[in-house]
C-alpha cells in the first residue's frame, strides 16, 4: 500500500510570505499529525488532526494552522514566514491512535 | 520545557558492539514509550516500543529498557551494523494527552566497520 505523501518535498519561500504544504495519509488512516524538525530540537509537535477535527495542538504560534479534509488529507499553513520557520516539516498518519506512526519524507522549508 | 531528552547528541560504536541509547523523560503521566530511527532524506520509522507496565521489551537486535522510577528507558543494539547508523529518536505520550506523541531531540549513531 501507498506510505504517507508530503508535497512538495522541497520548498523555497521569501520572509513574509505564507506557504502550504499537503499530506496525503495512508489509505484508512484518520490521524494525521504535523512535526517541525529543526538541527539540535529534534521534532516538535505542531497539531493532530482526526476525523477532520483539531484533536491537539502544540506550542507554536497562530502563525501555523492546518486542516484535515473529508479523505483524511491534511494541509498545514504558515503565514508571515520568517527566517526561523525554515526546518523540515514532517507528517504521519495512523489508523486510531499515535501509536502506530507513519511518517512521510517530509517537506524541507527554507525561508530566505 | 523538553519533556524528553536524549543527553547525548552522538554516539559511535564499532560494529559488532552494544550501541546504547539513552533517553529520559519528566512527565510523569507518560505511559507508553516508543523508539524510531531516521535516514537522512526519510521520514522517522518506527522501531520498537514499550508500555509503562513492561520494563523490557524485545525485538531481534534490538531490546529497550524502561526504569520507571527513575523515568528513564534505553535502546539496546546488539550487534552494532554499519546500516544501524541513523538517528534515533526517543518518543513518549500519555493517554491523558489525547495520545499526542512528543518526541526527544535525538541521537545520531555512527557504527564504525
Known amino acids: 500500500k501507498a506510505g504517507v505523501t508530503q508535497t512538495p518535498r522541497y520548498l523555497i519561500k521569501t520572509r513574509g510570505q505564507q506557504v502550504t504544504l499537503s499530506c496525503s495519509p495512508i489509505?484508512?488512516?484518520?490521524?494525521v499529525s504535523w512535526y517541525q524538525q529543526t538541527p539540535g530540537q529534534g521534532l516538535q509537535f505542531l497539531f493532530e488532526?482526526?476525523?477532520?477535527?483539531?484533536?491537539n495542538k502544540g506550542n507554536f504560534p497562530g502563525r501555523f494552522s492546518g486542516r484535515q479534509f473529508s479523505n483524511s488529507r491534511s494541509e498545514m499553513n504558515v503565514s508571515t514566514l520568517e527566517l526561523g520557520d525554515s526546518a523540515l516539516y514532517l507528517c504521519?498518519?495512523?489508523?486510531?491512535?499515535?501509536?502506530?506512526?507513519?511518517f512521510g519524507s517530509g517537506t524541507r522549508l527554507t525561508v530566505v | 520545557d523538553q519533556q524528553v531528552k536524549q543527553n547525548s547528541p552522538s554516539l559511535s560504536v564499532q560494529e559488532g558492539r552494544i550501541s546504547i541509547l539513552n533517553c529520559d523523560y519528566t512527565?510523569?503521566?507518560?505511559?507508553?514509550f516508543l523508539w524510531y530511527k531516521k535516514y537522512p532524506a526519510e521520514g522517522p520509522t518506527f522501531l520498537i516500543s514499550?508500555?509503562?507496565?513492561?520494563d523490557k521489551n524485545e525485538d531481534g537486535r534490538f531490546t529497550v529498557f524502561l526504569n520507571k522510577s527513575a523515568k528513564h528507558l534505553s535502546l539496546h543494539i546488539v550487534p552494532s551494523q554499519p546500516g544501524d547508523s541513523a538517528v534515533y529518536f526517543c518518543?513518549?505520550?500519555?493517554?491523558?494527552?489525547?495520545?499526542?506523541?512528543?518526541f526527544g531531540p535525538g541521537t545520531s549513531l555512527s557504527v564504525i566497520p
Open positions: 488532526y482526526f476525523s477532520e477535527t483539531q484533536r
Open positions: 518518543a513518549a505520550s500519555a493517554k491523558t494527552s489525547y495520545d499526542k506523541v512528543i
Open positions: 504521519a498518519s495512523s489508523f486510531d491512535n499515535n501509536y502506530g506512526y507513519t
Open positions: 512527565n510523569s503521566m507518560f505511559d507508553y
Open positions: 489509505s484508512g488512516h484518520r490521524s
Open positions: 514499550i508500555s509503562s507496565i513492561k
